[in-house]
């Protein structure tokens, strides 16, 4: 009987490591092809989002006969082009910020002869389609987009433009000039220019592509004369025109004035939200982002009288618009609703020009004027209450 048993225990082995040997690798099996599976499904999944054809949670399904996304494809192509361009523009060295590196001088020639359309263009070969440029050799500090709001003013479009491209490549700055024009008649009638909003716009318009860190909201006519006086982004918000040709250079009071020429980056000008949409005709939509910039949080720099001098243009003043001064006065009241988180327009033409980008655009001159009127009613009901109660 011993015997029998040690038999039995000897041919049960063989047939157990057997058993065990088909169990093994019908596991390994299994897990290679949810594996390959899951990599497969992971991949595709991917591709599906890429093309837009990925059916997530709360998304309608898209049908067989659906045609590929090619504004899609194009854009992944563009993408991976855009990438090969950086990583060869990231092993070129930082640009220098040393003034005698960078061939600055201090005081610079103004120009006030407007040059032809054609001879501009000519002067300037080297521009990216919608006046953009950045440096060849080495990689920008700064990438700025320059706003402009215009209205009319082509002789010192042109100007300007001779003036400001020289000055901002030697600055070796990566940049764009934008320029953000009303449309100036509906149904027989001219509009009121609107300052602030047109910054706004501008402002939206140029960073939308999240290509600049900061923005400088420059008055057409105000042309720098030291390029000593940086336009590269700058740690907080900066008034950069400081002293005026016209003024004979006497600086301007600090906290008093703040517009002309600004600087933000981006974040900041976010943080203050913007300028004021509701500032028609001239004057006051500079100071009121002066106090919404305090009130924010943030701290406004200046350069020196000597670096932060400017030329202005001849051209037509304008007269100062009727209750501006008291939007200005009361602006504390409005800053965290009026603004970017307010902004309606619509884009009619877009053109990226050779020596800059332009945006024709319309707004609601109704929408913001009932709005202004509101506010000015509210602000006299108050008076009114404060009157009575005194007497």
């Not at 065990?20 to 390959?36: D, G, M, P, R």
């Not at 590929?68 to 910020?97: E, Y």
């Not at 300037?124 to 706003?147: D, M, N, T």
């Not at 990566?174 to 009638?189: C, D, K, Q, T, V």
């Amino acid at each position: 009987m011993l015997a029998l048993r040690y038999v039995k225990a000897f041919l049960l082995i063989p047939l157990g490591l057997a058993i065990s040997s088909v169990f093994l690798f019908t596991t390994v099996t299994k897990w290679k092809t949810f594996s390959a599976d899951r990599s497969y499904r992971t991949v595709r999944g991917q591709t599906m989002k890429d093309f837009g054809l990925h059916h997530g949670r709360n998304q309608t399904a898209v049908p067989s006969t659906s045609q590929p996304n090619h504004t899609r494809v194009k854009d992944i192509i563009q993408d991976i082009g855009g990438s090969i361009r950086n990583s060869n523009a990231s092993n070129l060295p930082l640009c220098p910020t040393a003034s005698h590196t960078l061939g600055l001088v201090g005081r610079i020639f103004v120009n006030l002869s407007a040059p032809t359309w054609k001879e501009l263009e000519a002067m300037h070969p080297e521009l990216q389609p919608g006046g953009r440029w950045k440096p060849k050799h080495c990689r920008a500090r700064s990438r700025v987009a320059i706003v402009v709001p215009y209205l009319n003013r082509d002789e010192n479009l042109r100007i300007f433009l001779q003036h400001m491209h020289p000055f901002l490549q030697k600055q070796q700055l990566e940049y764009g000039i934008f320029l953000a024009e009303p449309i100036w008649e509906r149904a027989n009638r001219k509009l009121e220019f609107n300052r602030g909003l047109m910054r706004n716009i501008g402002f939206k318009e140029a960073t939308k592509k999240g290509e600049y860190d900061c923005v400088v909201f420059h008055d057409l006519d105000l042309l720098p004369e030291v390029d000593y006086n940086s336009y590269g982004c700058p740690s907080r918000p900066r008034h950069m025109c400081v002293a005026l040709n016209y003024h004979n250079y006497k600086p301007l009071a600090a906290g008093a004035i703040f517009g002309g020429v600004v600087s933000f980056r981006t974040e900041h000008f976010l943080q203050a939200n913007g300028y004021s949409n509701l500032f028609f005709g001239w004057g006051g939509e500079d100071d009121d982002l002066y106090r919404r910039s305090r009130t924010s949080g943030l701290r406004i720099t200046r350069p020196n009288a000597t670096h932060g001098r400017y030329t202005g243009a001849p051209h037509k003043k304008d007269k100062r618009a009727s209750g501006n001064l008291r939007m200005w006065k009361y602006g504390g009241k409005r800053w965290r609703t009026d603004g970017l988180n307010s902004l309606r327009y619509n884009v009619l033409e877009r053109q990226p020009f050779s020596t800059y980008t332009w945006r024709l655009v319309d707004y609601s001159e109704r929408l913001y004027g009932d709005e202004k009127e509101a506010f000015l009613k509210k602000l006299d009901r108050g008076n009114r209450k404060r009157k009575k109660g005194s007497h």
